[in-house]
């Protein structure tokens, strides 16, 4: 049994208690996992993992060899990264997670620059508007939009997004072009969910102190970017998005500012990452070079 290479299974396995998604995320068959959990847990003469049909949880002894091998595992790479300045040294599986538009419009395109300075990373990159679990599916680090719960994970701030309100020119050509929140009544809005079938906020607008909510009409509901924004152009109602991604459809008319002067709360944007300790310099070089990308997207 190679010692290292298991005491990695096992921290994988730990944070996302699954061999399924441990192995998948390792690109190792499920099999070959097990088998190391099992030369692991007889070498240390003790049981480390609870298995059940529904989850793999740690046991108390477990628990803290998963504290000893996470910090020690962070020192050894640590260690094997210290002298090294040559960008083509730096390899190894880099996860993350971010937004389906910000992926798409910004990240995307300069991402080619980042893989060809380093090519011994291999990215694997998520793009998903709902949020997901940091730690359980393994990722290094998210990019999230909007303000963020007490997770207990490091957050560090990139900057924010103005917002602004479009319709498309068909919707302003039935229904009108509104002048102030008392004529959303007469109004619909494309709503926005993460969770269908969960309360809509409404019409929001920030007056530099506090978010105001207005109620207002509307028949479709979505629960990613991409729909919204679809749903906006084919004239089902007016959408409060970032400005930064709609240059082109306002310049070509697909889309028109509506009610300038009442505008939502600027939306943050966020980098989370699981613990500061322990992020390999692999991920410390991604997020410094995602932040300066992004930074003419955003306002400070």
């Known amino acids: 049994m190679d010692k290292f290479h298991a005491m990695q299974a096992f921290v994988r396995i730990a944070e996302m208690e699954s061999f399924t998604k441990a192995a998948a995320s390792m690109g190792l068959p499920k099999g070959s996992v097990s088998r190391q959990m099992q030369a ?17 949880q740690l046991t108390h002894d ?23 300045h040559d960008p083509a040294t730096l390899s190894g ?9 910000l992926a798409s419009e910004f990240v995307i395109p300069e991402l080619p620059k980042f893989l060809q300075h380093y090519p011994g990373i291999e990215l694997e990159l998520s793009s998903s508007d709902h949020r997901v679990d940091v ?12 303000e963020l719960d007490d997770s207990g994970l490091v957050a560090r701030r990139l900057g924010h997004f103005r917002m602004i309100n479009l319709a498309s020119p068909d919707y302003l050509a039935r229904f009108g072009m509104p002048l102030s929140p008392d004529d959303l009544s007469q109004h619909a809005m494309v709503h926005y969910s993460q969770t269908l079938g969960a309360p809509h906020e409404g019409f929001e607008f920030y007056d530099g102190r506090q978010c105001h909510y207005i109620q207002t ?4 509901t979505v629960n990613n970017s991409v729909t919204y924004r679809a749903a906006c152009i084919a004239g089902l109602g007016i959408i409060q998005v970032p400005a930064v991604g709609f240059h082109q459809a306002l310049e070509a008319t697909q889309v028109v500012e509506v009610m300038p002067r009442f505008r939502a709360k ?26 300066q990308s992004l930074e003419r997207h955003l306002e400070r």
Do not use: K
């Open 135 to 146: 730690i359980r599916e393994g990722f290094d680090c998210v990019v999230r939009a909007g």
């Open 93 to 101: 599986r880099l996860r993350v997670d971010m937004p389906i538009g």
């Open 266 to 291: 600027p939306m943050p944007l966020s980098l989370i990452y699981p613990h500061r300790r322990n992020l390999a310099r692999r991920v410390h070089v991604f997020m410094d070079w995602l932040s």
């Open 40 to 56: 692991l847990e007889n070498q240390m003469g003790t049981r480390l993992l609870q298995r059940t049909t529904r989850r793999v």
């Open 217 to 220: 009409g509307g028949v479709i």
């Open 62 to 84: 477990g628990r803290i060899y998963y504290e000893r091998c996470r910090d020690l595992l962070a020192t050894l790479e640590e260690m094997d990264e210290l002298f090294r």
